[in-house]
């Protein structure tokens, strides 16, 4: 009798493509080859470019070209935006969101032509491989949930919009594949995503890429000046949550239309020019739209925890970056583990729509090389570094003890870019493309965003410690490796390292163990040997408006175009 033929896809690419933080994963027989967001190789931040470079990255690192490419998994489904057309004429019924009716109706049917135009795109650039649209929330779900390595969790995911969906609430389950079941589903115009882009527009910020500003700058204000309109604006459900087209006027999937309504300016102020200096009014705004996130997000964790029964949860989408919103959700107890992955926004659905063609294929071979890996990006092991395009950089080449002389320069004072390893996946940098600095210093927080990252005086810097000495420092009383978690802090780190708490008395911590980085967790106790504090402040290597460092050409720019003090680039020590 002859063995059944597995006539699946070996060859699996998944694509975030064509909106914004354009990303490649690519799958063969099951196992993750790599992921690399475009803009760590192409220099534009949060590029909506086709990932050429990222693409062609993943395909050599396998050995492949693009005819061995069998399916494309792309992370949206363009029939999905045309149920909403008919939909959002209902929005005519109302004094309030009549004006956004037909809009909204012709915003979405443009978006569902748009998308399936650039599937067609994408067959043309893969004329052998089948092109395969997957639900966006559900490439969330599975990057999120085969990224924990757990058997069982709810997965909760939480963004702007993915086609119609804004929330869902799944069931994740693990046999031999990840495989997740939506229990419930919320969708838009009821919008966390939306909400928070809007108000960080309206403080004067970019949406989709300064949430984080507002997110620091909450902690320096007073949330009771607009607590009750932000329950009235964005009203809890049972079942989730719903806004009011009072204050937040309906999406319309085109440029030209404003998110907050003439109301919502009235009681509270105008928008701010980004060069007009803060006031109370905006540090206010900013602390209530955080404290009505972070009621929002604890309400639908203890919904998922209802509906699925699960005792850990997987966080994916946009809002999951809300650090100080997870952070609650574990101070909460609501569940025993709450898992983010380090990349939880649009990019790493890449991830998750590759896994979810696998899953679907009918493959009996498992997923591997996502769960738990950070590290999935291009390395430069050996570059060849001429610094003839930057007069006055000067390089030597260190011995052995790498770490110990890093930790050595750290101890004394020095600012120093790090970039070795593979390229990280998400949005914060973890010990492969960061800065590092001592928490000791005094003054180094202003002095870093004054002179190293040319940013608002008021941002915050997450530490990095030894997993097994983070309770010393900090509460949170779980791993968070992805520096994804704002942490409460003790007397030991108020006392001996307030560099790195907050305003409001968190720090958005990443634990660091020896099978994680085995370089950092070096530095880290060579530190500690010298300081006694086993904790380094640990931000990306970058400056504000430019992306995180992919290449050793990015990082040396970085050097010369910052007050950085030196750069270890592959056990190379440049300086200035």
Known sequence: MTAAVDHVPSVILGLCSFTHDSAAALLVDGELIGFVEEERLSQEKHTRQYPRRAVEWLLGEAGLVPDDVDAVAYNFQPARYLVESPASLRLAFSAATRSRAVPRAVGFAKVALRTQRRLQSLKRRFPGARISPVLHHRSHQLAAFAASGWDDA??????????????????????????????????????????????????????????????????????????????????????????????????????????????????????????????????????????????????????????????????????????????????????????????????????????????????????????????????????????????????????????????????????????????????????????????????????????VKFREPFRPFAPMVLADQAKEFFTLGQEAPYMSMASGVTDKARQHIPSIVHANGTSRLQTVTAHQNPFMHEVLRAFARRTGVPVLINTSLNIKGKPICGTPEMALNCLAGSGLDALLLEGRWITK
């Open 154 to 451: 709810a997965v909760l995911i939480v963004d702007s919009l993915g086609e119609r969906q804004t929330t869902t609430i799944a069931d994740g389950r693990c046999a031999s594949r990840p495989a997740v079941r939506t229990v419930e589903a919320i969708h838009d115009p009821a919008s966390l995503g939306y909400v928070y882009g809007a108000i960080t527009e309206h403080l004067g910020w970019g949406r989709g890429d300064e949430e984080g500003t507002v997110m620091a700058l909450a902690a320096l204000g007073d949330p009771a000046r607009f607590r009750h309109l932000f329950a009235r604006a964005v009203r809890t459900t049972a079942t989730g949550f719903v806004l009011d087209p009072g204050y937040f006027l309906p999406r319309v999937l085109s440029s030209g239309y404003p998110r907050t309504s003439r109301r919502f300016i009235e009681e509270t102020c105008g928008e701010r020019h980004p060069s007009e200096s803060l006031q109370d009014v905006h540090r206010d705004l900013a602390a209530a739209l955080q404290e009505r996130t972070e009621q929002v997000m604890l309400h639908l964790a203890r919904r998922a925890r209802l509906v699925t029964g699960s005792r850990r949860l997987c966080l994916g989408g946009g809002v999951a970056t809300n650090c100080v919103s997870v952070g609650r959700i574990i101070e909460a107890g609501i569940f025993d583990d709450v898992f983010v992955p380090p990349a939880p926004g649009d990019a790493g659905t890449a991830i998750g729509a590759a896994v979810a063609l696998h899953t679907d294929s009918g493959s009996r071979r498992p997923v591997s090389g996502v769960a738990r890996a950070c590290y999935l990006g291009p390395s430069y092991p050996e570059p060849t570094l001429d610094l003839t395009p930057w007069p006055g950089l000067q390089q030597k080449v260190l011995g052995i003890e790498v770490a110990e002389f890093l930790a050595d320069q750290l101890a004394h004072g020095m600012i120093v870019g790090l970039f070795q390893g593979r390229v990280e996946t998400g949005p914060r940098a973890l010990g492969n493309r960061s800065i590092l600095a001592s928490p000791l210093e005094a003054g180094v927080v202003e002095r870093l965003n004054a002179t």
